[in-house]
């Protein structure tokens, strides 16, 4: 099995997070999809660790898990704030602010 | 064994002040009662921000004509341009906590939320409505964005410009949420910025580790070493291209901002102004650390790049801002328009183009805290008077309002003797320095288009009747007195005299890596 693989499998878990962000209605559904992007990069990251022989990209693979758990804290606080008050996470009753 | 690293704690004093600052307002939070919190949090914030600026400046005059230091073991660069941008942020940042505290325009003495967990209009929020209490933690949330800010724009390594865009951005998506009045507004502006802004640091990561896979390092010294050793490659220019879309984001640089109207709508006031001001500045040091100091010698890679948004970021925003009905959200078209004119400016040489860039950076943040100021001050019985139509006649209720707002929106506009013609005369005169001038007929146009928008608001405030069940202006506090008192002094006197400041922004105007 060679790195590209990895490459490549990264770059397709990459575009089904960016088209799921693009095209599900659900807030949490959302975040996940955002959250598999990162994971995707993770992936890169460690394969390019390997290719170019440097642990750089093993050491950033761990600042993003943390960054991802960070930003899971935040971004429930505010899903979930709205979700109380709207009974509801999708991302098109979220109407009130455009043009 | 183990080397710890090289850490120079005289350079890094700036971001050591406000990030202390900031952990001290979370223990207050935690431990202080409740009614001293108010007090404690915000003069903790102004010390932060304040002391930071402060100490920013005694660097500058303690390097003199020193170009700057690389330290913490090669991840921080502490240099002119660097120390520029922190001063401007800190300084912008110490305005806009001003405006977070400001007690005398709403009658329940503050923009931010009573409790934030408490669902909108629920019988317990309505009780809250009216209630001193604050969240307070906006403050050390406010105080730890400034401090992501100032480590973004002197990041010298991928991985720390992406550590400081969170700690920029997750504060920020919070406090957009925690606006007191029209909270349902305020609770989606967060929302659909959090998800975009994270979708856009997604884009931002995958740059970092395709350029990473690409050159090997993510120093920016060390990408510019193997770009001119080693040319660029498709991965290289792929991952360049991403890490732009991330920063053009956080920039509000169209056809990535679609998120800025809606947010800067709905967010509290004082935090619109903030976002609009320090993260701007921060987006854009940051994007020039990223293009001059990584990719300077292969400008080929970005240059068509930020020609083409430049021009699409000022089209978008004029003839989008042409069509608005809410001032809140015209200042935001506004805004993207203002980035495109930036971008003219990054495009110029390196010398000319930063140092233009610098000044433009220092003269808008400044003139765009002062017209969001202005906007707090207009209010009916529910909130802010945000709608235009509304603000018909205003010169009449209030002179000094208007006259100060009609200051501020020609300064926008760019017209002489404001801080706003200085600095787009600069970053055009940078533009045409690298033969851009299509550019800049483009922006000259798009300047006069603009001008209309900014002149319609004045139009409607001195030569419309005031409706009867009109806003009325309140009587601004302290606070908001000292921001537009500093903002409109510094619009004026960097448009009547700009040069000692224009001097001081070439001076800095260095970049090392």
Redesign the interface.
């Known amino acids: 099995m060679t790195l590209t693989n990895y490459l490549v499998l990264a770059a397709i878990l990459f575009t089904v997070g960016a088209v799921g962000v693009l095209v599900r209605r659900n807030a949490i559904v959302v975040f996940m999809c955002i959250e598999l992007m990162l994971n995707s990069v993770n992936l890169t990251l460690v394969t390019f660790a390997r290719a170019t022989g440097t642990l750089d990209g093993q050491v950033i693979a761990f600042f993003v898990m943390v960054v991802a758990a960070a930003e899971v804290v935040v971004g429930l606080a505010i899903i979930m704030s709205i979700y109380r008050t709207r009974r509801s996470a999708s991302v098109d009753d979220a109407n009130l602010l455009k043009y | 064994m183990i080397e710890a690293p090289d850490l120079s704690l005289a350079a890094l004093t700036p971001l050591l002040f406000v990030f202390g600052a900031a952990l001290v307002g979370v223990l207050v939070e935690s431990f202080a009662p409740r009614h001293v919190r108010q007090p404690v949090q915000v003069a903790l914030a102004l010390v932060g921000t304040v002391g930071g600026f402060a100490s920013t400046v005694f660097l500058a005059l303690a390097d003199g004509a020193d170009p700057g230091e690389v330290t913490a073991a090669g991840a921080l660069a502490v240099d002119g341009a660097g120390l520029f941008l922190q001063a401007t942020i800190a300084g912008l940042g110490a305005l806009s906590i001003l405006l977070f505290a400001e007690r005398g325009l709403d009658p329940a003495k503050s923009a931010f939320v009573a409790s ?2 408490v ?3 629920s019988p317990r929020d309505r009780e809250l409505l009216t209630d001193e209490r604050v969240q307070t933690e906006v403050y050390p949330l406010a105080t730890f964005a400034i401090g992501g800010m100032m480590l973004f724009v002197a990041a010298n390594d991928l ?1 720390v410009m ?2 400081a865009l ?1 700690v920029l951005s ?1 504060p920020l ?2 406090i957009c ?1 925690l606006a007191r009045r029209r ?3 305020s ?6 910025y ?2 975009l802004g ?2 856009a640091s ?1 884009f931002f ?2 740059g ?3 350029v ?2 690409a050159t ?3 120093r920016l010294s060390g990408i510019r070493a193997s770009v001119t050793t080693e040319g660029t490659g498709t991965l290289l220019v792929l991952g360049l291209g991403l890490l732009v879309v991330g920063l053009m984001f956080k920039a509000s640089v169209a056809p990535f901002h679609t998120w800025t ?2 947010v800067y ?2 967010a509290p006031t004082p935090v619109t102004a903030f976002m609009a001001a320090c993260t701007k500045v921060a987006a854009f040091g940051a994007v020039l650390r990223l293009l001059y100091v990584a990719f300077g010698t292969a400008d080929w890679t970005w240059r068509p790049l930020v020609y083409g948004i430049a021009i699409v970021s000022m089209v978008v925003g004029v003839v989008l801002g042409l ?2 009905t809410d001032v809140k ?1 015209m200042l935001a078209y506004s805004s993207i328009a203002h980035a495109g004119f930036l971008l003219t400016g990054v495009l110029g040489l390196a010398g000319s183009g930063l140092s233009a860039t610098l000044f433009y950076l220092l003269a808008y943040g400044l003139t765009t805290i002062g017209a969001f100021a202005v906007v707090t001050l207009v209010r009916d019985g529910d909130g802010e008077a945000t709608q235009l139509a509304q603000w018909a006649g205003l010169a009449r209720r209030s002179p000094l309002t208007a006259g100060v707002m009609t200051f501020l929106l020609l300064a926008l506009a760019g017209i002489p003797l404001t801080s706003g013609f200085t600095g787009k005369f600069a970053v055009f005169r940078a533009a045409t320095e690298v033969g851009a001038w299509p550019l800049v007929v483009v922006a000259l146009v798009t300047s006069a288009v603009a001008g209309y928008f900014y002149l319609r608001l004045v139009v409607l405030m001195y030569f419309s009747e005031p409706a009867e069940d009109g806003p009325s202006v309140g009587v601004p506090g302290l606070p908001t007195t000292i921001v537009l008192a500093v903002t409109v002094t510094a619009t004026l006197v960097l448009g009547v005299v700009p040069g000692s400041v224009l001097d001081l922004a070439d001076r800095a105007a260095a970049l090392v890596g």
């Open positions: 934030a967990a669902p909108a209009g991985l992406f550590i969170e997750l998506y919070l949420g909270r349902l507004l609770q989606e502006a967060a929302v659909k959090f998800l994270a979708f997604a990561l995958y970092l580790a395709l990473y896979g090997g390092t993510i109207p809606d709508q709905g069509t608005q959200r």
